[in-house]
């Protein structure tokens, strides 16, 4: 062995040494586990295309809150006209209200008459939304494409 990789190896042993002096936190402190909840209104139409906006307001644990504009935009085997009124969202793993703006996967079937209904999960890397809501219209196929939340 070289003398500079005797003093390399020493210098990381000795640094290794100093961080096991530290005490360790936990990876899941750094992460608040601030959960979200999303109500909004919906409406939309797909021709093959999907195309919806609506607007709502998201509202955290941890007292942050904002008005929001959605879109789902996709394509697919659909057809139909729908609106979802009084829909609502649960967001989890965020640390804040910045994590849950952006676009989700969507992908989901869809089937209804007079009073169409949707629960469906989405994500956005470890973001999970969660989606219920009741409306009326029809529309019917299977789709995939993305739901934006969006700052009003």
Request: proline fraction near 2%; include cysteine; charged fraction near 15%.
């Amino acid at each position: 062995m070289s003398k500079r990789t005797l003093a390399l190896t020493a210098a990381l042993l000795l640094g290794a040494g100093a961080l096991a002096t530290v005490p360790a936190t936990p990876a899941h402190a750094a992460e608040a586990n601030v959960k979200c909840h999303l109500e909004f209104s919906l409406s939309g139409w797909s021709i093959l295309y999907k195309h919806a906006e609506g607007s709502g307001t998201v509202r955290c644990d941890n007292g942050q809150q904002a008005p929001v504009k959605i879109s789902v935009v996709g394509g697919g085997l659909t057809a139909g006209k729908y609106r979802i009124d009084h829909g609502t969202g649960d967001i989890t793993h965020v640390r804040s209200i910045d994590d849950v703006f952006g676009s989700y996967a969507q992908a989901g079937a869809e089937a209804g008459v007079v009073k169409s209904g949707t629960v469906q999960v989405l994500t956005k890397g470890t973001t999970s939304l969660a989606l219920a809501g009741h409306g009326e219209g029809v529309n019917l196929g299977v789709s995939v494409g993305r739901f934006t939340i969006s700052r009003r």
